[in-house]
């Protein structure tokens, strides 16, 4: 804390006054707030968790708390007695920068240059390594809560629970009610060169409304999602990229006042205001002190309002308090983040996260083997065991709860047991999902329950997976459709075993008969449910049913190297007019169905990829600076199994992210495949078209459905996401918050004419035989997302084939997202 002049008078009694200063919307502290006896000089600031103490022999009869950014307020004090005083601040609706005309160079600027001279020996990356115990506590709750909300139905029901939500607020707050609260207590682990980072979460303490107390939700509670460095130029928060107030080029995006020097706890810091040149920008408004001494930030205190271009954020504030290591870096010992989601539509409320860390016995320049780093995340055994016992929480955490925190708890215990609101997360659960829990199995996915197209009609489907519930090492399920038209059941199962979770590795068995369409590669498109489900509507052309099998085992030998090994048998029985030759040489004979037998090996590099493991479920989070290269080979087994032909496949695909500062973020994703061998094209390289008014980003906006096919092919598919760089700077665009996008998609293939002769004289798809490396398959579009915060709409012009039959020279695809 922070004293100023304490006049005494030997004649006069003390008066004490101690307190805390929150936000009165979000119920956090404010550090750094003014607190003065008025009419006096005496005061001091509060501190990081908002708390101050003030003392004098002066007569007074009121306190004057005020902080930038907030309105001040006023209230009475008792003279020459101890007591506690609260104070809860409400924000300004604006805060503007005044503006003022200094002669010479802004002041501000000298510190800010060394700053960043300085920033390779203050940021916490030049160590070695580091560790420390961190608590992380999460909350959760619903905001903005209107008279027409509470009208709804579902909310009229839990009135009396709404009634007693003044006391979560405060005594001047907004009304709030919480959905969720966490606490977690773990180790983390960082080390550099190479970079890795290591979690292992020792135990949480969850409860919320609709969440269950399973590992993923551990996982995501953690310290690992609450780690902000503002030495890095650019900050990822909530997968945007925020420039930093300390950036390498601040001034290109920031306005600073240097505004009072001051000591904070030993330190004597400059205090710098900063403000972002364009409002419509994600980049920060806020406040830091800089040390004196190192040019160190001490503190930080950032918002990002609704003036930038985030969907549905109202909010976004971040307090850093740091502290200087025995390797010279500074490393955060507290974090605070705040969230404010607002509401989607009128009649509906908003949502309020908030995050804090706290950090502990904090250890440098200790590195572990970088096989210690290697699981990223880790929950103990034992991790919620001790969720309920109170009194052993009591001794694990960092700071105490407060009356307000203990209420949460309490509050979400009683909205937990009312039916309605169980019934309405079940459904929310199903939308999320597609799946239906019940018990030890899970039923769905409802998505793909009726469908209609040409050959079958009206297909109904239906099926079962079992959950964790059922077994941690086996899951098994199942899936069986009909067509009304061609009368033919279509089925599938799968049995996964689960060998090694330490380090993942799954054995599996799936058999499936169905329909499919050629040119349609239904495990590339695995995770886009919405397009594969369009597929199954309309007019199938190049049909085909199939049965397969096909045995799968996969283990990561080594962080970010993972091998597979799969064996596939598949049959091919067109519904269309198909046809080719066993043996080009011999024009007597031809087939129309066929069988092969594979053996595929495939091996995954992804140096910095992160993982989720949770259930019997294993997702990527994706790669943070590393592309994710993978290379796979197959080989066909001639007569096996009745099996018609032999060959080679070798496949190399490239996937990178790349960050681009004020131009957005690219994502270019590079693939090449040769094949060796003679084969009817639909055993050859095939390019997912797209005959739908759907964009997805894996296919060919305007190719046709199984209109190109090569046996060796490099392609190039790029995608730019410009956010915000050129429509926040049109005056009339601004408020419409849209942003821009771009595309690119090239193709180079070619075919042998021995692949050409197997199919003829039997119509070939038209276009293959044009295919060639002199001559690419280009399409180039732009398009605008964030129409109305959902809409995505593409213009994308098809350059090149445009001969071909049924080719498009342009075309418009829509979609719809949900992207802050």
Not at 108 to 124: G, P, T
Not at 296 to 304: D, G, L, P, R
Not at 589 to 597: C, E, I, P, V
Not at 774 to 788: A, C, K, M, Q, S
Request: hydrophobic share 35%; net charge neutral; charged share 25%.
């Amino acid at each position: 804390m922070v004293w100023l002049s304490f006049p005494l008078t030997s004649f006069a009694q003390e008066t004490v006054v101690r307190g805390k200063i929150t936000d009165a919307f979000s119920g956090d502290p404010i550090p750094f707030v003014n607190v003065v006896f008025k009419g006096t000089s005496i005061g001091t600031t509060t501190d990081f968790d908002g708390n101050y103490l003030l003392r004098t022999n002066s007569p007074t009869d009121s306190l004057h708390a005020s902080y930038i950014g907030y309105k001040a307020r006023t209230k009475a004090v008792q003279k020459g007695v101890s007591q506690t005083i609260h104070f809860q601040l409400e924000e300004e609706v604006t805060r503007l920068r005044d503006v003022v005309i200094l002669a010479g160079e802004n002041p501000a600027f000298a510190v800010l240059r060394n700053v960043v001279k300085n920033k390779s020996i203050n940021d916490k990356r030049k160590l070695s390594a580091y560790e420390y115990d961190t608590y992380s506590k999460i909350e959760i709750d619903v905001d903005n809560i209107t008279d027409k909300f509470r009208q709804k139905k579902i909310v009229s029901r839990i009135t009396q629970v709404l009634d007693s939500i003044q006391q979560i607020a405060g005594e001047d707050g907004k009304p709030v009610l919480p959905i969720f609260i966490s606490e977690s207590v773990s180790k983390f682990y960082y080390r550099n060169n190479p970079e890795m980072k290591f979690e292992n979460i020792k135990e949480t303490k969850i409860s919320g409304i609709g969440f269950e107390d399973g590992s993923l939700m551990a996982q995501l509670v953690g310290a690992s999602f609450q780690e902000y460095n503002f030495y890095k130029n650019w900050l990822n928060i909530l997968d945007k990229d925020f420039v930093s107030p300390i950036a390498d080029g601040w001034r290109l995006y920031y306005e600073y006042d240097l505004t009072d020097s001051l000591y904070v706890e030993d330190d004597y810091c400059y205090r710098l205001d900063f403000f972002p040149k364009s409002q419509q920008a994600l980049a920060f408004t806020g406040t830091m002190w800089i040390t004196k001494s190192e040019y160190a930030v001490k503190q930080i205190e950032v918002t990002v309002g609704k003036e930038a271009n985030l969907n549905f954020i109202e909010k976004i504030k971040i307090q850093q308090e740091l502290t200087k290591t025995d390797g010279g870096a500074w490393i955060p010992v507290k974090n605070r983040v705040l969230i404010d989601a607002g509401e989607v539509h009128d009649q509906w409320a908003g949502l309020l996260a908030k995050f804090y860390t706290s950090n502990r016995n904090i250890v440098v320049n200790e590195p572990k083997p970088p096989k210690f780093y290697e699981k990223q995340i880790l929950l103990d055994e034992g991790y919620i065991l001790n969720m309920h016992d109170e009194e052993h929480w009591n001794k694990l955490r960092h700071d105490p709860l407060t009356e307000t925190e203990k209420n949460v708890y309490r509050m979400i215990d009683t909205l937990q047991h009312i039916p309605v609101v169980r019934t309405y997360m079940d459904l929310v659960k199903i939308l999320v999902n597609g799946y239906k829990k019940v018990g030890k199995i899970d039923v769905g996915p409802y998505l793909s329950l009726v469908a209609f197209n040409d050959i079958e009609g009206v297909r109904i489907q239906s099926g079962f997976k079992t959950n964790h519930l059922f077994s941690k090492k086996i899951s098994f399920g199942a899936q069986l459709g009909y067509g009304f038209d061609d009368e033919k059941i279509k089925y599938s199962a799968f049995v996964q075993h689960i060998m090694d979770r330490e380090r993942w590795t799954t054995m599996s068995l799936r058999v499936r008969s169905d329909l499919g369409r050629v040119g349609i590669d239904d495990e590339n498109l695995a995770d886009d449910y919405l397009f594969l489900a369009a597929t199954r509507f309309g007019r199938f052309r190049r049909g085909y049913y199939f049965d397969e099998t096909r045995f799968n085992f996969q283990r990561e030998l080594v962080k970010g190297f993972s091998q597979r090994v799969a064996v596939r048998y598949n049959t091919f029985r067109p519904h269309f007019d198909f046809a080719y030759y066993p043996n080009p040489g011999d024009l007597t004979r031809l087939h129309r169905n066929f069988q092969t037998a594979e053996i595929i090996l495939e091996s995954r590099f992804a140096r910095d990829e992160m993982f989720l493991q949770y259930d019997n479920e294993r997702v990527s989070l994706g790669a943070r600076k590393w592309p994710i290269i993978t290379l796979r080979y197959t080989r066909g087994l001639k007569g096996i199994i009745g099996s018609d032909f032999e060959y080679d496949k070798f496949r190399f695909t490239f996937l990178k992210k790349l960050p681009m500062g004020p131009l957005g973020t690219g994502k270019a994703t590079i693939t090449g495949e040769y094949i060796n061998g003679t084969l009817p094209y639909p055993l050859l390289s095939f390019h997912i078209g797209n005959e739908t008014p759907f964009y997805t980003d894996v296919i060919y906006s305007l190719m046709n459905f199984g209109e190109f096919f090569s046996d060796r092919f490099v392609s190039l598919q790029y995608r730019q996401y410009f956010e915000g760089f050129l429509l926040n700077r049109v005056p009339l665009m601004r408020k419409l918050n849209w942003r821009l996008t771009g595309l690119a998609n090239v193709i180079y293939g070619d075919l042998r004419n021995e692949n050409l002769a197997v199919s003829e004289p039997l119509p070939f798809p038209i276009g293959n035989n044009n295919l060639s490396i002199d001559r690419p398959y280009l399409e180039l579009g732009y398009g605008v997302e964030n129409i109305f915060r959902f809409l995505r709409v593409d213009f994308v012009h098809r350059l090149s084939y445009l001969e071909n039959d049924r080719a498009r020279k342009f075309g418009v695809l829509f979609t719809a997202q949900f992207k802050l």
